[in-house]
């Protein structure tokens, strides 16, 4: 069993900066490729970032590329979000998730396990 606790959200103004962290409880950790996942109210969850095993790949979706930044420390086993430039539609409940089949973990069928959320609010 998987546990993946997320941490960092808030409340924050357009152009403003967060962190969010995942802290994974597994010893296991380096088995699991790690994503962001989000939800704003009414619509669906969506991806936002994705980090493969070994650290050496990634991959964004075109709404964050060049403002969101996914990292892994390992000796921690914990993911890392760092979103700069946050806009007010990048509101939403982030998740993190782990998935131990695929490289990048894009897709919200194939994640094993989800963390609990933390939310994050831009204001305008």
């Known amino acids: 069993q998987v546990q993946l606790v997320e941490s960092g959200g808030g409340l924050v103004q357009a152009g403003a900066s967060l962190r969010l962290s995942c802290a994974v409880s597994?010893?296991?950790?380096?088995?699991?490729?790690m994503g962001w996942f989000r939800q704003a109210p009414g619509k669906e969850r969506e991806f936002v970032a994705a980090?493969?095993?070994?650290?050496?790949?990634?991959y964004y979706a075109s709404s964050v590329k060049g403002r969101f930044t996914i990292s892994g420390d390992n000796a921690k086993n914990t993911v890392y979000l760092q979103m700069n430039s946050l806009k007010p539609e990048d509101t939403a409940v982030y998740y993190c998730?782990?998935?131990?089949?695929?490289?990048?973990?894009?897709?919200?069928?194939?994640?094993?396990?989800w963390g609990q959320g933390t939310q994050v609010t831009v204001s305008s």
């Open positions: 597994s010893r296991s950790f380096s088995r699991y490729a």
């Open positions: 998730a782990a998935e131990n089949q695929v490289l990048l973990p894009t897709t919200v069928s194939y994640i094993d396990y």
């Open positions: 980090i493969s095993r070994s650290g050496s790949n990634t």
